[in-house]
């Protein structure tokens, strides 16, 4: 089974762009997290998805937002990026059954200069 | 809100050792779950332990194991005859029950564990 695949692995953008970063969960999770990870501030949870829905959301601007599709992979997109925006972002996916762990992919590598 | 803390940035154990990560956690729910993921250069988060709050048994995973204190709220893991492919940085994370909320994982600042040849 495949695990959890994030793309792309590595992001150089400009402050003020905009990035979109994708994230493929394991063949039947429905559920999909994301975090970002700086040295600074360590692991953040930005939000969650669940059957297309936002479920939960960590405390980041509006310039942070998601969605998923109906085959559960899910996008997160910053807009107006600032260098502190700077950070390994994850995405981590589950099946939402009681009991179950997440899986993490292993991260797209976000730069703004 | 829950809170975790890990307060060892670092620590290093000479190969075959044994070597115990602390963490504590707050919360205010009487049932939970505990992680302890491992973060290798690679970046991917690879989960190494689990713990049901309501499990009494410390939960054991070949060379890894917990010491579960619930009253102290205290989390930490013993990594028994360290190799140097244990060498990683170290996340406790806590997770609320399965009410069907959220899956949200609150994490710890991480400890990076260094293994001597």
């Known amino acids: 089974k495949a695990g959890v695949t994030q793309t792309p692995r590595y992001l150089i953008k400009t402050r003020g762009q905009q990035v979109t970063l994708s994230c493929s969960p394991i063949s039947g999770h429905r559920s999909v997290s994301w975090y970002q990870q700086t040295p600074g501030q360590g692991l953040q949870f930005l939000f969650e998805?669940?059957?297309?829905?936002?479920?939960n959301k960590g405390n980041f601007p509006g310039r942070f937002s998601g969605r998923q599709f109906s085959n559960s992979r899910s996008e997160m997109n910053v807009s107006t990026l600032e260098l502190g925006d700077s950070a390994l972002y994850l995405c981590?996916?589950?099946?939402?059954?009681?009991?179950?762990?997440?899986?993490f992919g292993q991260g797209t590598r976000l730069t703004v200069v | 809100a829950q809170t975790v803390t890990q307060s060892q940035p670092e620590m290093s154990v000479q190969e075959a050792e044994t070597v115990t990560l602390s963490c504590t956690y707050d919360?205010?729910?009487?049932?939970?779950?505990l992680f302890w993921y491992k973060q290798p250069p690679s970046r991917q988060m690879i989960l190494v332990i689990r713990q049901e709050a309501y499990k009494q048994q410390n939960a054991t995973e070949n060379r890894f194991s917990v010491n579960f204190q619930k009253a102290a709220k205290s989390f930490s893991l013993k990594i028994s005859d360290s190799q140097l492919g244990d060498a990683a940085m170290y996340f406790c994370a806590y997770r609320s029950p399965d009410t069907g909320a959220n899956s949200k994982l609150t994490f710890g600042k991480g400890i990076t564990l260094s293994v001597r040849p």
């Open positions: 998805y669940f059957s297309e829905t936002q479920r």
């Open positions: 919360t205010s729910e009487s049932d939970y779950y």
């Open positions: 981590a996916s589950r099946t939402r059954s009681l009991n179950t762990e997440a899986f």
